[in-house]
Each structure stands twice: as structure tokens, then as C-alpha cells.
């Protein structure tokens, strides 16, 4: 409860792009399970108006959902809609990057008291002058009118804040943690490996991710196409979905690596995939904020290739991750890809998930309820 809000729950607008899967979408439901929901009553705005994976489980949580696709004239009203009929909300906490700032501004305007920003990505900068107005335009109305800035890795804060960030008290680190309970489950490889086609003596290179550009699929299967130039046994799993699909599906048919690719479509069961039927996961993204799927191949004990763009926060069990460039050939990250598991074998994946489990990427419930009743900046 509230006690600046008469000691009722604390009502709290999350605003998202879509509820499907993927790492920003999985960090706010996490929110949503593990909060008091006695003590705070959380709403979401979706900038989308398809149906959604998590729609269900959010509504059957107690949360009301709002669709408010970004479309011109039509937004604005919206979400003014939103926060006066269905409010009044204490928190607006905006998940949509730069145009948080366009939210937050809304919500001062409502009256809502505590307005919070998370940047949980980097994006590149966008050429043309008026893109550039527009968002310097959004960057200010973020400096304006946020109340807090929360940042799930420094390379995001400086991505969203600008690269003096820690100068100003707002903008703050925050953890983004996982759930490890699916990790300790015991998982049947054989089983799961026969119900994906995989052999089973298949050497399973995994990637889990939304099918867009900066996740690098394309680099992906050029260094599938040299891994199995030598070995005979290796395959590619996919898991995830997205507009490049298409795409990619085509780029394999093309390099004749149907009978090696396996697109598994989106899948909850990420970390029984990763337990029972990966023998290495290779991350080539062009850029991320902090990406959670490294996190959960760290506590299944599954090793790791990724690009050394990525944020430093996310090596936690060291001996599990490598770091490549992306200038390399892919090539190099084949052979890097078929040799770490002989690197890792030393640790154990329980011993890594003990690791993970005292590591700082537990699931922040405190600070979260804290920071939502006002009673922590």
C-alpha cells in the first residue's frame, strides 16, 4: 500500500511496444508476477492492436490492457484517454526508449507523480536532420519530465541519457534478474533433442532471438555454413520469430542448409531447450542493452560465442563466455564455436547456476516495490 496514496494500492501504468515474446517483454512480466499485486495494481499500454503471447496471463493477473497503436492524431488522444479514465495512476513506468519522453511528458500533463524511463536497449543514431530534431526533441522532454531513469547496462544509460549519465542522480542502474527455479529442473536430452529432429549425436549450435536486424541471423548462418565444413554432425537451432524470418529461411534454402537448420518458432521453454538440446549458443548481435538470453545460457551451464560489442555486465561465469569481433570471418567463429565446449567442460551446470544464483541478477522485487511506493529514488 501507498501511504502517500491513502494506503490504497499503488496504481502503476507499464507502457510497452508489444507483449510478445522477447527481453523487455520478459523483464516487465517478471514485474508483474513477482510484485505484492495486493499492494500495486499494474495496467498496460501496448503500442500495438494485434493480440499479444502475454495478453492472457496479464489479464488473468489482475491487469487491464490498453492497444494504442503509434499512429498519428489518433496516439496523443489515446493514451490522454487512458490515464484520465482509467487512472489516476501514481507511477507511469515507459519502456519504449526515446519515446518515453513523448509518455512522460503525457503523464506530468495527467498530474501522475512518478514518472520512470527504462532504457533496456542501444540503438544506433538515425541520419537526416529532422530525425535528429525530432529526437533531441524526445531526449528532452525525457530530461524534462522523467522522475527516475532506470538502465538495464551502462552501454544503454549512455545510449538513452547521453554519456554523462551519472551525473545526474536519476538515471540509475537496474538488473533486470531471471528466474532460475526452470534451471534446476532435470531434463530428458534425448527426449527433447527427438521431438526438435535433431540427431542424437548432433552438435546443436542454439540461438534464441527475435529475428531482426541486430540480432545478425545472416552472419549466423554463414558461420553455420563453415561449421559444418568440419563437423558432419552440426546443426543450427533458431528460436524465435520476427519480421527478417522470412528472410533467413531463404538465405538457408539458398545456401543448401535446410537439412541443418531447425526454426523452432517462438518457445517459453527456452531454458529446457538450452539444458536438453544446445551444445553452445553463438550471440552475433550487433548491438544490446544487457541481453537476458546470455544470462539464462550462464545458468543452464551452456557456453557462449558472442561479439565484443556487447555490454561487459553480462559475464558472470567467466569460463562459460568468449568475446569476438564481428570483423572476424565466420570462419573464426565456427572453429571458436566447436572448440568452447571443450574450454567449459570444467565447470559443472549446476556449479554455473549456483554462480548465476548469488550473482546480482536476481529478481529485484524489493527495489522494484520500493522505488514504485516512492520510497527509494
Not at 538502465?151 to 544509460?157: K, N, P
Not at 549519465?165 to 529442473?185: M, N, S, T, V, Y
Request: aromatic fraction near 8%.
Amino acid at each position: 500500500m501507498d501511504p502517500k496514496n491513502g494506503g490504497k494500492a499503488v496504481r502503476i501504468l507499464q507502457v510497452v511496444p508489444r507483449m510478445d515474446l522477447g527481453g523487455t517483454e520478459a523483464c516487465v512480466m517478471q514485474m508483474l508476477r513477482c510484485v505484492d499485486r495486493m499492494k500495486f495494481k499494474m495496467d498496460f499500454l501496448v503500442h500495438s492492436d494485434r493480440r499479444g503471447y502475454y495478453d492472457e496471463e496479464i489479464r488473468a493477473l489482475g491487469a487491464n490492457l490498453f492497444q494504442c497503436p503509434k499512429r498519428l492524431l489518433i496516439y496523443g488522444r489515446r493514451l490522454k484517454q487512458v490515464l484520465s479514465k482509467h487512472g489516476p495512476y501514481q507511477v507511469v513506468h515507459s519502456h519504449v526508449h526515446l519515446f518515453s519522453g513523448y509518455v512522460l511528458r503525457a503523464a506530468y500533463r495527467a498530474g501522475v507523480p512518478r514518472r520512470i524511463v527504462q532504457a533496456h536497449a542501444t540503438f544506433p543514431g538515425k541520419e537526416g536532420w529532422a530525425r535528429y530534431v525530432y529526437l533531441s526533441l524526445l531526449r528532452r522532454w525525457i530530461k524534462e519530465y522523467a522522475t527516475l531513469g532506470l538502465a538495464v547496462s551502462r552501454a544503454a544509460a549512455a545510449n538513452l541519457f547521453g554519456v554523462d549519465w551519472e551525473r545526474d542522480g536519476r538515471w540509475q542502474l537496474f538488473d533486470c534478474g531471471i528466474d532460475f527455479a526452470p534451471f534446476h529442473a532435470q531434463v530428458d536430452r534425448v527426449a527433447v533433442r527427438r521431438e526438435l529432429g535433431l540427431p542424437d549425436d548432433a552438435y546443436v549450435v542454439g540461438h534464441v532471438g527475435r529475428f531482426s536486424e541486430e540480432k545478425n541471423h545472416r552472419f549466423l548462418v554463414e558461420i553455420i555454413a563453415e561449421a559444418a565444413k568440419r563437423q558432419q554432425q552440426v546443426r543450427l537451432l533458431l528460436v524465435g520469430d520476427g519480421p527478417l524470418r522470412a528472410a533467413v529461411e531463404q538465405q538457408v534454402a539458398q545456401a543448401g542448409l535446410a537439412d541443418l537448420v531447425i526454426f523452432a518458432g517462438s518457445r517459453t521453454d527456452v531454458p529446457r531447450l538450452m539444458l536438453g538440446a544446445m551444445d553452445v549458443l553463438v550471440f552475433p548481435s550487433l548491438h544490446e542493452g544487457l541481453p537476458l538470453v546470455l544470462l539464462e545460457s550462464q545458468a543452464a551451464g551452456l557456453p557462449c560465442i558472442c561479439s565484443d560489442t556487447l555490454t561487459e555486465e553480462v559475464e558472470v561465469v567467466k569460463p562459460l563466455l568468449r568475446r569476438l569481433s564481428l570483423d572476424q570471418p565466420a570462419s573464426a567463429w565456427a572453429r571458436a564455436a566447436l572448440s568452447i565446449s571443450q574450454a567449459a567442460a570444467a565447470l559443472s551446470p549446476p556449479e554455473a547456476l549456483s554462480i548465476m544464483e548469488q550473482s546480482r541478477f536476481r529478481l529485484p522485487v524489493e527495489r522494484l516495490e520500493m522505488i514504485y511506493s516512492g520510497l527509494s529514488s
